[in-house]
Nanobody
Framework: QVQLVESGGGLVQAGESLRLSCAASGSTLIIYAMAWFRQTPGNEREFVAAVRWNNELTYYSDPVEGRFTISRDIAKDTMYLQMDNLRPSDTAVYYC??????????????????WGQGTKVTVSS
């Protein structure tokens, strides 16, 4: 059983920064990639960023490219999302996800095996 625990959400003003963390744990933890998704009420879960665990190759969605940075700490089984220059349009619940095997893409929620409970990010104008 894999557990993912997010932290770091909160309320900030436009232009400010936040850092999200996602700690993974479990008795048989296998990680191929981890990712961040976000969701607003009435909308589908949206891909934000992903990182391949072995080589730290990263992927970003267009809305966050250049403002967000995803990283991971293998020793701690923890993933981070540094969010700079936040905008009101970044307001959402952010979820971390874990993929334990290669499925060809990193942007589809259906390809991830485990999910965290979500952490809320609110950006005021």
């Amino acid at each position: 059983q894999v557990q993912l625990v997010e932290s770091g959400g909160g309320l900030v003003q436009a232009g400010e920064s936040l850092r999200l963390s996602c700690a993974a744990s479990g008795s048989t933890l296998i990680i191929y990639a981890m990712a961040w998704f976000r969701q607003t009420p009435g909308n589908e879960r949206e891909f934000v960023a992903a990182v391949r665990w072995n080589n730290e190759l990263t992927y970003y969605s267009d809305p966050v490219e250049g403002r967000f940075t995803i990283s991971r700490d293998i020793a701690k089984d923890t993933m981070y999302l540094q969010m700079d220059n936040l905008r009101p349009s970044d307001t959402a619940v952010y979820y971390c996800a874990l993929d334990k095997s290669w499925k060809g893409v990193v942007t589809r929620p259906v390809d991830y095996d485990s999910w965290g409970q979500g952490t809320k990010v609110t950006v005021s104008s």
